[in-house]
């Protein structure tokens, strides 16, 4: 029997940028040494500004998730960078039946993964001072309203002042976290009555822009100035010079998320569990603890040119790609192309993706589709190992993931599937090692989404062409074809002809058509219309073709027909005229006259012909009839 295992989820964003795919491989490790099922769900990242006013319609795809089907999750709220996106995630979360845990910041009503920044922040700034000596040190903070960046000002005046230094240093500046206020920085620091003899950065993306703008002024790092970073990046290790700086160990951060959640599940609690991750400090060339070494340069050239190599080629295939799916006409052909095509993310082993239906089982790229039911269906399902081939295909908010047939844990990623204002669904990936994707998955599935617009518009022009063309051909009155609707038909048959058929053309007249508007007026004349027109289309059981010729007049055509057929009819219709005549209450009778005419016809035959001797006959039914009238 195969054993049920604990499944986690990891709600996230921009898991495969190069400091947080470090996150997910600790993740993916954590995972499978516990021995459990990990579903990480990532949302882009910055498609738009951070000051966006707009919803981001990834996030669509919360709504739709039951957090039932998880025994744990782990919220990381610091990649979201899209308003209003983390705390409608934060929202969903609270409202989650199974413990959560948050690893990036301190949230109330969760558990939390505790950093001690003050202690890595303690340990660089007195390494500055206890063995370098230096005593005018600056502080290059991240945007002050930032828990992060006010704990990390916070400890660095702390630690100055237990030192008899002023809090601040030489001077503080208030940066951005990111790479934009370098510039800023460096002329702020170097305008100083005193020059620092080091700079101390809240995070290494900071601190790589102020090294930057440090050497365009001709200051030399350490030389001239010494400079630290924080959070351990892979930018500040193969930065040159090496960024001094302190690393929140992802790995740790994993075991402890995942091993608490495993005991609470369990049924245990947390009491006694150690949940604080001490940053470690690393002294490297940018405080001039260590030379310069030009080797690792070398190093860093030759992969970032096999890293450039492989971008070129996965933009290369992206564009290829992209190519064949703006021309795909069907999902079955996105598929197709994605399984042929998707070899430049990464190594994977599954790929779903899974699209909303509405109450009436519509998928979301029909035109005519309303609204999320909660259910879903697959338009791509690639398993390369047939581990879901027993799996059931139409999935719904409370299991999201296909069942798998194999006994390992398996790590997933699943992204929402959307474009502009539409929300497609969600793609779930599966990779054969812990590495996340690169960022050209991310393009396949805005590509993706873009075709599901593209086949969702495609859609709507031609039920919108049908229906123009249905207006063009149908009497609106009735419903049947009208008089050019049934030419054309008939016409397109006849002139198919292969060989010689008998054919069958009638005209039905109205009888007592003028009485009834005079007495009733002409919304019961239409009434009564409708409802020999509805009898014709009830006697219809043999293909026959209908159509309102105009006013009171219909035409008939069938082929492969027969003098039986032909009386069948004539006798269903006066069989429903007379139960409606018995319901109706109103003080008139419907009636009709009619004319049939059967002959050879082959592909040269014109209905027209055909029809003249069926309104003579009709004509002479009318006529005999006693008291007739018009």
Known sequence: MMKKRKRMALFGSSLSSRYRRILSRAFSIA??????????????????????????????????????QFDGVVFDGEGYLVNGLTDKVERKLHAAKCPVVSISSHIDGFYNIEFDDEGGLRQMVEHFINHHHFTKIGYLSGYLPHPDAVKRLNEFRSVMKEHGLPEDGVGMFEGDFWYNKGTEAARYFLSLPERPEA????????????????????????????????????????????????????????????NLLVTLADGGDAEGMDLTVRPKPYFSQSCGCEPLEYQHVFDTF?????????????????????????????????????????????????????????????????????????????????????????????????????????????????????????IFGYAVLEL???????????????????????????????????????????????????????????????????ESKTVCTMVIDMDGLKLINDRFGHYEGDRAIRALADCIKKSS?????????????????????????????????????????EANKLDYKLDFSIGTYLTEADSYGRIEEYLKISDARMYEQKVSKPGRRK
Request: hydrophobic share 35%; charged share 30%; aromatic share 10%.
């Open 199 to 258: 700079i101390v950065c809240a995070n290494d993306y900071m601190a790589i822009s102020l090294c930057d703008a440090l050497r365009k002024f001709g200051v030399r790092v350490p030389q001239d100035i010494a400079v630290s970073g924080y959070d351990g990046t892979p930018e500040g290790k193969d930065f040159l010079p090496n960024l001094s700086s302190v690393t929140r160990e992802q790995l740790e951060i994993a075991r402890k998320a995942l």
């Open 302 to 422: 030759d992969r970032v040119q096999d890293e450039m190599r492989k971008l070129n080629e996965g933009i290369f295939e992206s564009e290829s790609a992209m190519v064949k799916l703006n021309k795909a006409e069907s999902v079955r052909t996105m598929e197709t192309i994605f399984a042929e095509d998707s070899v430049n993310f990464g190594d994977y082993s599954a790929f779903f993706m899974m699209v909303h239906t509405d109450a009436d089982g519509r998928p979301s790229y029909d035109s005519e589709f309303t609204m999320p039911s909660g259910k879903f269906i697959p338009v791509m399902w690639i398993d390369k190992k047939g581990e879901y081939t027993g799996s059931p295909r139409k999935l719904n908010s409370s299991k999201i993931i296909p069942d798998s047939n194999s006994d390992r844990p398996h790590v997933y990623y699943v992204m929402a599937v959307h474009y502009a204002e539409k």
């Open 432 to 498: 054969t090692g812990r590495d996340i994707f690169n960022e050209f998955y991310n393009v396949w599935l805005h590509t993706m989404g873009l075709s599901l617009d593209t086949l969702k518009k495609n859609d709507h022009i031609e039920k919108l062409i049908k229906r123009l063309e249905g207006l063009s051909v149908t009497d609106e009155l009735t419903g049947l074809l009208n008089r050019r609707g049934f030419e054309d038909t008939t016409g397109d048959i006849i002139a198919g002809f292969k």
């Open 31 to 68: 995972a499978d040494e516990l021995d459990i099922d990990l579903v990480l769900f990532n949302a882009y990242g910055k498609l738009r500004s951070i000051n966006s006013v707009e919803p981001d319609n990834e996030s669509g795809l919360i709504d739709y998730v039951d957090l039932d």
């Open 541 to 581: 059981n043999y293909g026959e073709i209908a159509g309102r010729a105009g006013g009171d007049e219909f035409f008939i055509f069938a082929s492969d027909y027969s003098e039986a057929r032909a009386k069948r009819f004539v006798d269903r219709m006066n069989k429903l005229v007379s139960e409606y005549n």
